[in-house]
């Protein structure tokens, strides 16, 4: 069982940054793939980022691609999600999920663990 605390969201100007962190329990943090979703109004849950075991391999979607960076620290059971350049349409509830296995993937329903998200306003 992984339990998964998001923090770090918050309200920032178009092109501003932050930094999301996602904790978790267990200690068996290292076995599993990592992922970053986001979801706002009226939209479905959409994904943005994961990382494997070692965060030697990262995917990002391509609407974030060269804004957002994924890194995880197994020794802290942390994986973070850095964001530079946001824009308005990155206001978003973002949730960190756990994924069993060795693959990514960039389907919510092939995710174990959810945390309870944390929200994200990019104002313009």
């Known amino acids: 069982q992984v339990q998964l605390v998001e923090s770090g969201g918050g309200l920032v100007q178009a092109g501003g940054s932050l930094r999301l962190s996602c904790a978790a329990s267990?200690?068996?943090?290292?076995?599993?793939?990592m992922g970053w979703f986001r979801q706002a109004p009226g939209k479905e849950r959409e994904f943005v980022a994961a990382?494997?075991?070692?965060?030697?391999?990262?995917y990002y979607a391509d609407s974030v691609k060269g804004r957002f960076t994924i890194s995880r620290d197994n020794a802290k059971n942390t994986v973070y999600l850095q964001m530079v350049s946001l824009k308005p349409e990155d206001t978003a509830l973002y949730y960190c999920?756990?994924?069993?296995?060795?693959?990514?993937?960039?389907?919510?329903?092939?995710?174990?663990?959810w945390g309870q998200g944390t929200q994200v306003t990019v104002s313009s």
């Open positions: 267990g200690r068996t943090f290292s076995r599993y793939v």
């Open positions: 990382i494997n075991w070692s965060g030697g391999s990262t």
């Open positions: 999920a756990a994924r069993r296995g060795t693959y990514y993937s960039t389907t919510p329903e092939e995710y174990h663990y």
